[in-house]
C-alpha cells in the first residue's frame, strides 16, 4: 500500500476515523523524523499488531529549549516517508510549525512531579512541550494504540500518566530500545558525533552493562551500582555525566536498593552532544 500524507488535524482525522468505521485498528507512532531502526521497530511493531498504522513527523519546536539544537536537527522527510512506508505506514502526518502552533497559541499541558526530575530538572519546558504535542498530535490521530521507546524512559512515564489522568483513550505501547551492534543506543543525535566521540559514547551502554553486571551478581546497594557507572564514564575523557541514576520505574524517585521495578538511568554530554540511555532491572529489560 502507498504511504498517504495528511498536512492538517482534520485530514488526518478523516482518514483514521473512515478505518476506524471499517472495524479496523489503528496504531499511531510520533516521531521527529531522521528515521533509523529505533523509530522502524516501533512502526513494524505497530503494523504487526494493528490493521493500520500512521507516523507523524514534525520536529516540536516547544521541547526544545532556546540554548538547544532545533536549528540543525536533521530533517529528510522524503527519505523518511519512503522508509517508513516500507515499515509498514500507512498513513504520515507531516504539519507545519503554523498548524499546530497557530499565532496566539497559549495552551499547554503541564505534568506536576514526574516532569521536574532527571530530564525535567535539566531541561525545565522539555515535558511541557512533549506532553502538549504528543495530546494534540493524538487529536489529529485518534489511534487505538500509540507507539513508544523505551529509549526515551522518562517520556514513557509521563506519557503513560498524562493519558491516565487525562482519560485519553488510547493504549500506550513501549517497546524495547534499538541498538548499534556495539550497544550504543540509536538516536538521531549520534549523527551529531565526529568519530573520536562515537566510540566514548559507548560509555553510556557500558555502563548500564556494569550495573546490569553487578545485580546479576547479587548487589543491590544502588550508591555502589551508581558510583560503578560514574567511574566508567569517568573513563570517556570527552564524557560529562549530567545525571547517572537508579531509580523506581513509576514514581522516578531514586532508590537505595535495586529491586526489578527499578532502572538505571543516564545522561550525558559527549563532546556537545548530548545522549540519553538506561535499562531496567529485573523482569522487562532490553
Ligand atoms: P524521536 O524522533 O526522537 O522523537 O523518537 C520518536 C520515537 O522513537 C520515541 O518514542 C522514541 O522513544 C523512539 N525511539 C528513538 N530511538 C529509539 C531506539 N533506539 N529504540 C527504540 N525506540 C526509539
Redo the contacts with the bound molecule.
Sequence with gaps: MTLQRACTPSEARDVVRAWQREGLRVGF???????????L??LRASAAECDRTVISIYVNPTQFAPTEDLAKYPRRLDADCRAAAEAGADLCFCPSDAVMYPDGFATYVVQEGLTGVLEGASRPTHFRGVLTIVCKLLHGVPADRA??????FQ??VVVRRMVRDLGMPVEVRV?????EPDGL????RNAYLNAEERVQALCLSTALKEAQRLYAEGRTDADALREAMRRTIAEAPLARPDYVEIVDRETLEPLQTVTGRAVAVLAVKVGETRLIDNAPFGEGED
Design positions: 507512532v510520533p516521531t521527529m523524523g531522521a528515521l533509523h531502526e529505533g523509530h521497530s516501533l507507539y513508544f521507546g523505551q529509549k526515551d517520556q514513557t517497546m524495547p530500545t534499538v541498538r543506543a540509536m538516536s538521531s
